[in-house]
C-alpha cells in the first residue's frame, strides 16, 4: 500500500472521504458474498475490504497533525479485544454467550463512559431498516417500547410483509425510505426526551 500510494498518482490524490464511496460498495459487496455463500467472492471481498483499512490506514500515517498507522490501529484493536474478551484473557468466567456478552457490554461501557445517551455512537448513515432495528433495541434500554406488527411468525414472513410494505407504498405513491427515516427521526426524540425525564 505504501507503494501504490508513493507511486500511483490517482491513489496520492486520494483522501478519506473520497475512500467513502468504495468502502460502501466493498462492504455490500462482502455481504452479498456472505449471503449468497459463495467462498471464492467471499475470499476476494474480504481482500477488497481489507485493502480500503490498509488504504485508510495509510492515508492517516501521512497527517502532518496527527498520523497514525496499520500498526497503530492493530494495536488498538488488539488491545480492545482483550480488554472485552476477560473470560479469554484473563480470570472471568463465561460459559454461554449471554455471560460472554456481558462481560463485552461491561468493557464496552467503560470504554465509552464519557457518552450520556444510548444513542451516542450510532450512525444515522446506516441504512434504514438496520438503524430502525438499532434505535429499537436503543429505546428498549430507557423504556421506549415500540409494539410489534402481528402476523410474521418467521424471518421469510416478515420479508414478504416489509416486501409488501414496499408495495403499498408504491401504490400510494409514498417513498418508503424516506417514511422509515422520518419516522427514526421522531423516534429518536422520543429516546432522547425519555434519557431526560430518567435524569430527572
Known amino acids: 500500500m505504501r507503494t501504490v500510494r508513493d507511486r500511483c498518482v490517482w491513489t496520492q490524490q486520494i483522501d478519506h472521504r473520497d475512500l467513502v464511496p468504495y468502502l460502501v460498495e ?15 467472492e467471499l475470499r476476494e471481498e474480504l481482500g477488497d475490504l481489507l485493502w480500503q483499512v490498509l488504504f485508510h490506514a495509510e492515508i492517516a500515517s501521512r497527517d502532518a497533525d496527527e498520523p497514525f498507522d496499520i500498526d497503530d490501529v492493530a494495536r488498538g ?16 468466567v463465561a460459559n454461554t454467550p449471554e455471560e460472554v456478552l456481558v462481560h463485552w ?51 421469510s414472513e416478515l420479508g414478504d410483509a416489509l416486501l409488501a410494505l414496499v408495495a403499498t407504498a408504491r401504490a400510494n ?7 422509515l427515516r422520518e419516522r427514526l427521526r421522531g423516534f429518536t426524540g422520543e429516546i432522547r426526551n425519555a434519557e431526560s425525564d430518567l435524569a430527572t
Open 26 to 40: 466493498e462492504s455490500a459487496e462482502l455481504i452479498d458474498a456472505v449471503e449468497e455463500g459463495d467462498r471464492s
Open 77 to 92: 484493536l488488539t488491545d480492545k479485544m482483550v480488554r472485552r474478551h476477560p473470560h479469554v484473557f484473563g480470570d472471568a
Open 105 to 155: 457490554n461491561a468493557a464496552k461501557a467503560v470504554e465509552k463512559s464519557a457518552r450520556t445517551s444510548v444513542l451516542d455512537g450510532v450512525s444515522e448513515r446506516m441504512p434504514s431498516l438496520a438503524l430502525a432495528q438499532k434505535l429499537v433495541s436503543k429505546g428498549a434500554q430507557v423504556g421506549v417500547a415500540v409494539d410489534p406488527a402481528a402476523g410474521p411468525a418467521s424471518e
Open 173 to 179: 405513491g409514498w417513498d418508503s425510505e424516506r417514511a
